[in-house]
C-alpha cells in the first residue's frame, strides 16, 4: 500500500519560500516601470547581501575558503538565470519566455543522477511530469509559437542556470554555515548585475521612492529566502526541492487573481497539475514496485 509522508520542515519551508516567490511578482511588475531589470536584481541583492552583512558580522569572521567558493558558484547561477531571463525578455514573448524557463524541472533530476548518481524515486518522475505539464499550462498557448533565435537560446540557458543553482547549493550548502555562504552569494549576485548594466546598455534610473523601497523591500525577503534555501536543501534533494519550486507561479497567479487580472481557464488546470505533481513525489510506492539495484 502507498504511502503518502507528511512534509518535513525543511519542506515546509521551501513551500513558504515559493509563496513568497509568488508573491512578489505584483511588486516587480510595479517596480520594473521605475527602472530597469539588471539595476532591479543588483539592487535587490546588494541589499540583501548587506543586510546579511549587518545582521552575520560575528559569523563572517570565520568564515573559510570552501565557503567563499560555495558561495561564489551559487551567486553566479542565480546573475546569470537573471540576466540571461532579462535578455531573453527583449525578443521573446513572456509566455514562450516562462515556457523555456520551465525547462529546468526536467533538467534539475537528470543532473542529480548525473552528477550526484541519485537517480530520482518513480514517484518524483510522475510529479516532475505533471509539475512540468502544468507550467507549460500556465505559459499559454503562445508559448511554443514562434522560431529559436538569440531569445530563445538565452531563456534555455537562463533555465539551466536555474537547475545549476539548485543541484549547487545541494552540493555546496552542507560545507559550511549557511549564513556566510548565502552572503557571499547574495553579494556575487548583486554586484555583477550592477557590473552587467554598461554591457547591456541600461543606465541608471531616476530616483523614485517606487524602486527604492520594491528593491529594499524584496532585498531583505530575498536574503531570508535564500538563507532558507541554503538550510532546507540540505536535507531535501534537488529533484523534490524543484518539484516544490514549480509552484511559485501557482501563488503568482492566485495574488494576480486578487489585483484583478484574470484567470483562464488552462491556468486554472496547470495550478491544479502543479499541486497534484507536488502530492504525487511525497508518495511511497510498496518495495515490491520499487526498481531493484
Same mark, same amino acid.
Not at 166 to 181: N, W
Given at each position: 500500500?502507498?504511502?503518502?509522508n507528511?512534509?518535513?520542515?525543511?519542506?515546509?519551508?521551501?513551500?513558504?519560500?515559493?509563496? @513568497?516567490w509568488?508573491?512578489?511578482?505584483?511588486?516587480v511588475h510595479?517596480t520594473?516601470?521605475?527602472?530597469g531589470?539588471?539595476?532591479?536584481?543588483g539592487?535587490?541583492f546588494?541589499?540583501?547581501g548587506?543586510?546579511? &552583512?549587518?545582521?552575520?558580522?560575528?559569523?563572517?569572521?570565520?568564515i573559510?575558503?570552501?565557503?567563499? /567558493?560555495? /558561495?561564489?558558484a551559487?551567486?553566479?547561477?542565480?546573475?546569470?538565470?537573471?540576466?540571461?531571463?532579462?535578455?531573453?525578455?527583449?525578443?521573446i514573448?513572456?509566455?514562450?519566455s516562462? @515556457?523555456?524557463?520551465?525547462?529546468?524541472?526536467?533538467?534539475?533530476?537528470l543532473l542529480?543522477?548525473i552528477?550526484?548518481?541519485?537517480?530520482?524515486?518513480?514517484?518524483?518522475?510522475?510529479?516532475?511530469?505533471?509539475a512540468?505539464?502544468?507550467?507549460v499550462l500556465?505559459a499559454?498557448?503562445?508559448?511554443?509559437?514562434g522560431?529559436f533565435g538569440?531569445?530563445?537560446?538565452a531563456?534555455?540557458?537562463?533555465?539551466?542556470?536555474?537547475?545549476a543553482?539548485?543541484?549547487?547549493i545541494?552540493?555546496?550548502?552542507?560545507?559550511g554555515?549557511?549564513r556566510?555562504?548565502?552572503?557571499?552569494?547574495?553579494?556575487?549576485?548583486?554586484?555583477?548585475a550592477?557590473?552587467a548594466m554598461?554591457?547591456? !546598455?541600461?543606465?541608471?534610473?531616476? @530616483?523614485?521612492?517606487i524602486?527604492?523601497?520594491?528593491?529594499? !523591500?524584496?532585498?531583505?525577503?530575498?536574503m531570508?529566502?535564500?538563507?532558507?534555501?541554503?538550510?532546507?536543501?540540505?536535507a531535501?534533494s534537488?529533484?523534490?526541492?524543484t518539484?516544490i519550486y514549480?509552484?511559485?507561479?501557482?501563488?503568482?497567479g492566485?495574488? /494576480?487573481?486578487?489585483?484583478?487580472?484574470?484567470?483562464p481557464?488552462?491556468?486554472?488546470?496547470g495550478? &491544479? &497539475?502543479?499541486?497534484?505533481?507536488?502530492?504525487?513525489s511525497?508518495?511511497?510506492?510498496?518495495? &515490491? @514496485?520499487?526498481?531493484?539495484?
Amino acid at each position: 500500500m502507498a504511502i503518502i509522508n507528511l512534509p518535513s520542515r525543511q519542506e515546509l519551508a521551501l513551500m513558504a519560500i515559493t509563496l @513568497f516567490w509568488g508573491g512578489t511578482f505584483l511588486i516587480v511588475h510595479v517596480t520594473l516601470r521605475q527602472c530597469g531589470p539588471l539595476f532591479f536584481v543588483g539592487l535587490r541583492f546588494m541589499t540583501a547581501g548587506l543586510i546579511g &552583512c549587518a545582521v552575520f558580522h560575528r559569523a563572517l569572521r570565520r568564515i573559510t575558503l570552501a565557503e567563499t /567558493g560555495a /558561495g561564489m558558484a551559487i551567486g553566479v547561477a542565480i546573475w546569470g538565470c537573471y540576466t540571461l531571463q532579462t535578455y531573453g525578455l527583449q525578443t521573446i514573448s513572456s509566455s514562450r519566455s516562462a @515556457f523555456l524557463t520551465a525547462l529546468y524541472v526536467p533538467i534539475v533530476p537528470l543532473l542529480q543522477w548525473i552528477v550526484l548518481r541519485r537517480p530520482p524515486r518513480i514517484m518524483n518522475w510522475v510529479g516532475i511530469g505533471m509539475a512540468f505539464g502544468g507550467l507549460v499550462l500556465l505559459a499559454g498557448t503562445g508559448a511554443t509559437q514562434g522560431g529559436f533565435g538569440r531569445g530563445e537560446c538565452a531563456t534555455v540557458l537562463c533555465a539551466v542556470s536555474a537547475a545549476a543553482e539548485i543541484m549547487l547549493i545541494s552540493r555546496c550548502a552542507p560545507l559550511g554555515d549557511s549564513r556566510r555562504i548565502t552572503v557571499v552569494q547574495l553579494l556575487v549576485a548583486g554586484l555583477l548585475a550592477l557590473l552587467a548594466m554598461p554591457v547591456a !546598455g541600461e543606465r541608471l534610473p531616476e @530616483f523614485s521612492w517606487i524602486w527604492v523601497a520594491g528593491g529594499v !523591500g524584496l532585498g531583505v525577503g530575498s536574503m531570508l529566502v535564500q538563507l532558507a534555501m541554503n538550510w532546507a536543501q540540505k536535507a531535501v534533494s534537488p529533484t523534490r526541492a524543484t518539484i516544490i519550486y514549480a509552484g511559485e507561479p501557482v501563488w503568482g497567479g492566485i495574488v /494576480g487573481r486578487m489585483a484583478g487580472d484574470p484567470l483562464p481557464a488552462t491556468s486554472v488546470l496547470g495550478a &491544479c &497539475c502543479i499541486v497534484a505533481g507536488v502530492l504525487a513525489s511525497e508518495i511511497r510506492l510498496p518495495a &515490491c @514496485f520499487k526498481p531493484k539495484d
